[in-house]
């Protein structure tokens, strides 16, 4: 049978990060596998490390797998490389709607001084 739990609004806090996430947990072989993002929280635990001080507000995805007994919590990279790639797009469409306002308004102002 099924003995599977999924958690799709998995939220916990630190002293220094939140954690946001879905996953599964399987109660048959305690296998666990949970996708999540860790947003770090500025504030005295982050500010007491200067190594960790300049993440505050930087967000990390991972990826949980293994067991209840023997975790693995690391990196998601390709989360991260979509993440860059998704910071990179929006950042060029900022730029070329800024670029068309500019235009539009360049327009507006050669018609309306005819």
Same mark, same amino acid.
């Given at each position: 049978k099924?003995?599977?739990?999924?958690?799709?609004?998995?939220? +916990?806090? *630190?002293?220094?990060? $939140?954690?946001?996430?879905?996953? &599964?947990?399987? %109660?048959?072989?305690d296998a666990i596998r949970f996708d999540l993002t860790a947003m770090f929280t500025d504030g005295e635990q982050l500010q007491s490390d200067p190594a960790m +001080?300049? *993440?505050?507000?930087? $967000?990390?995805?991972?990826?949980? &797998?293994?067991? %209840?007994e023997d975790p693995s919590v690391l990196p998601d990279f390709g989360g991260l490389v979509r993440a860059?790639?998704?910071?990179?797009v929006?950042?060029?469409?900022?730029?070329k709607k800024q670029?068309?306002?500019?235009k539009l308004r360049d327009k507006l102002k050669g018609l309306l001084n005819r």
């Open positions: 099924d003995a599977v739990l999924t958690n799709r609004d998995l939220n +916990a806090s *630190l002293g220094f990060m $939140s954690i946001d996430g879905t996953g &599964t947990v399987n %109660l048959l072989t +001080a300049k *993440l505050a507000g930087s $967000s990390l995805p991972l990826k949980v &797998t293994g067991t %209840l860059k790639a998704k910071e990179a929006n950042q060029r469409v900022e730029e670029e068309a306002q500019e």
